[in-house]
């Protein structure tokens, strides 16, 4: 089984500034790797795909970067509504991580 | 428009059976797989395992093979997990989401989800 190990569990950081959330797979997912935000009492909502594609209507300060076994999820300009968690999900076998907890510094 | 509508929560003892539903709309079902996912209260996600409604194929995480059955029903566009013999530990929210591989790069993802069943599994 593909193992998602996702670092820190939370992070705390002023508005404005920039989060930079990590994904390592336990093997090599090659670009297969997708970022989902969810927010308190609501499903989880696609942000990346194909590790650095945007899905749709999501926000340009929203990026994705890395290939192989390390995955970045970068959120620059953080907004009120950032502050929320965040998973990844590797897509050969579709285990996530356990997410990471941005919170207001 | 895109919606997968999940059956409202439940309340049951241990060892009572379970059956939730999800039905898709907006699109054509049979042509993409439905996953189903676990959030136990204050936890992450679980994928537990997914279908493809053209021909049932499905698979199932190791965690939860053998502990739930997932099913479809095309003729009214609705997919189902079901418990015959519900645990505490099954207590959680249940989404289900629409699977998406986006070719040619074959990547794959969970582009739309249900708004989650709530289930409580107490004596």
């Known amino acids: 089984e593909i193992v998602m190990t996702q670092s820190p569990a939370s992070l705390s950081v002023s508005p404005g500034e920039t989060a930079t959330l990590s994904c390592r797979a336990s093997q090599s997912v090659r670009s297969n790797l997708a970022w989902y935000q969810q927010k308190p009492g609501q499903a989880p909502r696609l942000l990346i795909y194909?590790?650095?594609t945007r899905a749709t209507g999501i926000p340009a300060r929203f990026s994705g970067s890395g290939s192989g076994t390390e995955f970045t999820l970068t959120i620059s300009s953080l907004q009120s509504e950032d502050f929320v968690v965040y998973y990844c999900q590797q897509s050969i076998t579709w285990t996530f991580g356990q997410g990471t907890k941005v919170e207001i510094k | 428009e895109v919606q997968l509508v999940q059956s409202g929560a439940e309340v049951k003892k241990p060892g009572e059976s379970l059956k939730i539903s999800c039905k898709a709309s907006?699109?054509?079902?049979?042509?993409?797989?439905i996953a189903w996912v676990r959030q136990v209260p204050g936890k992450g996600l679980e994928w537990m395992g997914i279908i493809y409604p053209g021909d049932s194929d499905t698979r199932y995480s190791p965690s939860f093979q053998g502990q739930v059955t997932i099913s479809v029903d095309k003729s009214i566009s609705t997919a189902y997990l079901q418990w015959s013999s519900l645990k505490a530990s099954d207590t959680a929210m249940y989404y289900c989401a629409r699977h998406v591989r986006e070719l040619p790069q074959g990547w794959d993802y969970f582009d739309d989800w249900g708004q989650g069943t709530l289930v409580t599994v107490s004596s």
């Open positions: 907006g699109y054509s079902f049979i042509d993409n797989y």
């Open positions: 194909g590790a650095s």
